[in-house]
C-alpha cells in the first residue's frame, strides 16, 4: 500500500499515520524526519538542508526529492508507505508522482482527512496549549490555515483527476477517525 494522507493543518495525518504504521506495517514519511535524519547523519543532502536552513530559507524541493529517493530505495519500503505532509504543493505531487513511477512505487490512494475549520482551530489552539507551542498564537494558526488552502489544498484536486482520493471524516475518537482511514485504504 502506497499512501498520501492530505488535510489541513490539525487534521490528524499525523496521528493517523503513527496509527497505520503500528497497525498495517507502513513506513511512515515525514519530510521533516528526513531532513532532520539527513542533518544527523551529515549526508551530502543533509548538509545542503542544512546551509539552506541555516540561511534562513526553505530547503528546496530537489533536495527534499533526493532524500525522498534515497529513503523509497531502502528495503522495509516493500510493506507499504504511508506519506504524511508531503506533497504540499502541485510541484511537489508532480515531482512525486514522477518519482514513485521512477522507482515502480506508484500511490494506491490519497486519504483526504475533511475537519471543518472550528474544529481545526480548537484542535492547533489545544496542541499549542498541551505541547507548549508559544509561536502557535491564534494569528499563526490561521495563517497556517491560509497557506494550506492557498498552497495544499489543490493538491487534493491534483490527486481526484488521477482518481486516488478517499475523502474521510477526521472528526469523532482516535479509533473511529482510524477505522474510516484503514476502511478507505484496505477498502
Known amino acids: ?3 498520501v494522507l492530505l488535510g489541513a493543518p490539525g487534521s490528524g495525518k499525523g496521528t493517523q499515520a503513527t496509527l497505520l504504521r503500528e497497525r498495517l506495517k507502513l513506513v511512515h514519511i515525514s519530510t521533516g524526519d528526513l531532513l532532520r535524519q539527513a542533518r544527523t547523519e551529515g549526508s551530502a543532502l543533509g548538509l545542503q538542508a542544512q546551509a539552506a536552513m541555516d540561511r534562513g530559507e526553505l530547503v528546496s524541493d530537489d533536495i527534499v526529492l533526493g532524500m525522498l529517493e534515497h529513503r523509497l530505495s531502502q528495503p522495509d519500503i516493500g510493506a ?3 506519506f504524511d505532509g508531503y506533497p ?4 511537489q505531487a508532480d515531482a512525486l508522482h514522477a518519482l514513485l513511477a521512477k522507482l515502480k512505487l506508484p500511490l494506491q490512494c490519497a486519504v ?3 475537519v471543518p475549520e472550528a474544529t481545526l482551530l480548537s484542535r492547533l489552539a489545544d ?3 498541551k505541547e507548549g507551542r508559544v509561536d ?3 494569528e499563526t494558526i490561521k495563517n497556517r490555515l491560509k497557506v494550506y488552502h492557498d498552497q495544499t489544498e489543490p493538491v487534493v484536486g ?3 483527476n488521477l482518481g486516488l482520493v478517499r475523502k474521510v471524516r477526521g472528526e469523532g475518537t482516535l479509533e473511529e477517525i482510524y477505522a474510516r482511514v484503514a476502511a478507505a485504504v484496505i477498502g
Open 1 to 3: 500500500m502506497r499512501i
Open 80 to 82: 507499504g508507505i504511508t
Open 88 to 91: 504540499r504543493n502541485i510541484a
Open 112 to 114: 483526504l482527512l475533511d
Open 127 to 129: 496542541r499549542a496549549k
Open 136 to 138: 502557535d498564537t491564534p
Open 158 to 160: 491534483y490527486y481526484q
